[in-house]
Nanobody, 126 residues
Framework: VQLQASGGGLVQTGDSLRLSCTAS????????IGWFRQAPGKEREFVVG????????DYADSAKGRFTISRDNAKKTVYLQMGGLRPEDTAVYYC????????????????????WGQGTQVTVSS
C-alpha cells in the first residue's frame, strides 16, 4: 500500500487543521493506521492510531481531548482532526500502515509499521 499525507500548514495557537492520509493499492481495510510526528532534533513519536475497521482508537496523552482520528475505508482515507493546536505540536506528521490481523492491538512503536507516507508539515505559531 502507498500512503499520501496532506493537509498540513502554518496556523496560529488555538487553530484547527485536518490532515488526511490517502492510500492507493488494495486491501486498505486490512491495515491499522497510525499517525506519528517528528519535530526537529526529536524522535518520531506516536500520536494516534485507528484499527482496520475504525472501531478502536488509541491516543497519546498529548492528543487526547484535542485530536480525533477517523477513517473512511471506501475512500481509503484516514483523517486526523486537530484542534486547540499549540506550538509544541509543530512537527512533520506522518501516517503509517500496519498490516495486522483484526485482533491485534494498535501499535505505538513506529518500527512495527510497514508502510509510510511522505509526511506533511504542521507549524503552529505562538
Amino acid at each position: 500500500v502507498q500512503l499520501q499525507a496532506s493537509g498540513g500548514g502554518l496556523v496560529q495557537t488555538g487553530d484547527s487543521l485536518r490532515l488526511s492520509c490517502t492510500a492507493s493499492g488494495p486491501s486498505f481495510s486490512r491495515y491499522h493506521i497510525g499517525w506519528f510526528r517528528q519535530a526537529p532534533g526529536k524522535e518520531r513519536e506516536f500520536v494516534v492510531g485507528i484499527s482496520r475497521s475504525g472501531s478502536s482508537t488509541d491516543y497519546a496523552d498529548s492528543a487526547k481531548g484535542r485530536f480525533t482520528i477517523s477513517r473512511d475505508n471506501a475512500k481509503k482515507t484516514v483523517y486526523l482532526q486537530m484542534g486547540g493546536l499549540r506550538p509544541e505540536d509543530t512537527a512533520v506528521y506522518y501516517c503509517a500502515a500496519d498490516h495486522s490481523i483484526i485482533s491485534n492491538p494498535i501499535k505505538r512503536n513506529p518500527l512495527e509499521y510497514e508502510y509510510w507516507g511522505q509526511g506533511t508539515q504542521v507549524t503552529v505559531s505562538s
